[in-house]
Each structure stands twice: as C-alpha cells, then as structure tokens.
C-alpha cells in the first residue's frame, strides 16, 4: 500500500483475532523490523517472538494486572472531560480492557529486547532521563507495525509489560544485561482495524529555526 496511506492509518488495534499468521506474513513483517535504522547500525535489539500458549498466558496475564492498575481512575478522570472526548476514552478503555482479557490468544506477541551496552546513548549523562538508546529499538517497532499495516494486520505498541521486566525475562529466558522496551501483540483485526488517526497538525508542533517561532 502507499506509504503516506499506511502512516497515516495506522492507529492502535486492540481488537485481534486468535487466528494464525501465516508464517511468510509473519516473516515480512520480522524483515521490515530488521531494515530499521539504529545507532551505528549495531541493531541492538532483538525480538523474542512470542507463539506458544504457556509464555502467552503468563504475559497476559502479566500485561492485565497492569492494565488493571494503569486504568484505575481513569474513567473517573473522564467523567469531567468534554462529551466527544469521554465517548472516545470510554471506547479506548473497552478496547484496552478486551485486549487485557485477550492477550493471551494473541497469534504472536513480539517482545523487543534491547541491549543497552551495544548503543551510543549520547544523552546518558545529561541531568534528565535518557531516550537517545530508545531510538535504536523504537525504529523498529514502527517498521514492524507498518509492515503489519501492510499485511492487513492489527497491532499496538504496548509497554505496560515493561513493569515487569524481571518476571518477563525469566518466562522467556532473556539473559543479562538485555532489557525489554516494547511487547506488539499481533494479529488480524477484529472489525475495521487500522483506519483514522486523531493527531495534532505538524504545524502545532514545528518552529522555524527557533523554540516558539511558527511554522510558516
Ligand atoms: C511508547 C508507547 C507506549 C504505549 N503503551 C501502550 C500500552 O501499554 N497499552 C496500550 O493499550 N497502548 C499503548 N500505546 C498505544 C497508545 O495508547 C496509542 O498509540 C495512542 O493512544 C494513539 O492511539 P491511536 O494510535 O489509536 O490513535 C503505547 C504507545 C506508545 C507510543
């Protein structure tokens, strides 16, 4: 599909049905994951692509009771909010609470690893948190759920699991010093899947040469 088309639609599924992937489909997608750019070109993460139903009921699992936590107060929160936007946040919380109740019958849940060590984390210093080593990993996860996008299959990036990274590491015997930066579950929609996104414009969100100047 045209480029512009597949960013542009490509929102977060939560709704996916249990049926398998096609290995060849799924393989595309693995590739499109691997053509990602990263620091150096040192490509250093990995996906531990998750397929059998044990690991997979442990991390739904796992994934729920985080989702559970991150929810609480969250409709509460939206009972102040303005019709349009409580209406939308009521359907982003049915459709994270089915994929908390589902993600266990996922197809395929992509675990991206990362090993810290193989990056130039040139921010790592700074007096703030750092993101410069996420840059070599989430470039990735965006290839993959384009190519997903492209093969007619939901998915979301998810990092509730993140939380648990001990516990992940161990179900999927992920060796020190590898941390997990994102779990994609994967497969094809249930209804519509990808379609319009709601986003800021570029020009709310770009200056010309300098902070607070407008894009003209
Ligand atoms: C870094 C990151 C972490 C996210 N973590 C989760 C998550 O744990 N669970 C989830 O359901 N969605 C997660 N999302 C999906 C976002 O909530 C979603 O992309 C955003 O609300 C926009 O929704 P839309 O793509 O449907 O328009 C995450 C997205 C990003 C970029």
């Known amino acids: 599909?045209?480029?512009y088309d597949a960013m542009s639609t490509l929102r977060a599924v939560r709704r996916l049905k249990p049926d398998p992937i096609?290995?060849?489909?799924l393989n595309r997608v693995l590739e499109a994951a691997a053509w990602a750019p990263t620091g150096g070109n040192a490509q250093p993460w990995r996906i531990v692509l998750v397929t059998d139903p044990a690991p997979k009921r442990t991390l739904g699992d796992l994934y729920a009771a985080s989702w559970k936590a991150f929810t609480k107060g969250y409709a509460d929160r939206l009972k102040g909010a303005p019709e349009a936007d409580r209406a939308r946040g009521a359907r982003t919380l049915a459709a994270g609470d089915r994929l908390a109740a589902h993600f266990h019958e996922t197809p395929a849940i992509a675990i991206f690893c990362f090993d810290a060590r193989q990056m130039?984390?040139?921010?790592?210093k700074l007096d703030r948190v750092s993101v410069v080593g996420g840059g070599s990993v989430y470039?990735?996860?965006q290839n993959l759920m384009l190519a997903c996008r492209a093969e007619g299959l939901g998915c979301v990036l998810t990092t509730l699991l993140c939380e648990h990274e001990p516990?992940?590491?161990?179900?999927?015997a992920i060796p020190d010093p590898w941390g997990t930066a994102a779990a994609v579950p994967i497969g094809y929609p249930i209804g519509r899947g990808h379609g319009p996104i709601r986003r800021r414009p570029a020009s709310s969100l770009t200056y010309d040469n300098r902070w607070g100047e407008a894009h003209k």
């Open 1 to 3: 599909m045209e480029l």
């Open 22 to 25: 096609p290995t060849d489909v």
């Open 120 to 124: 130039a984390i040139t921010d790592a």
């Open 139 to 141: 470039t990735a996860v």
């Open 167 to 172: 516990a992940v590491k161990r179900l999927l």
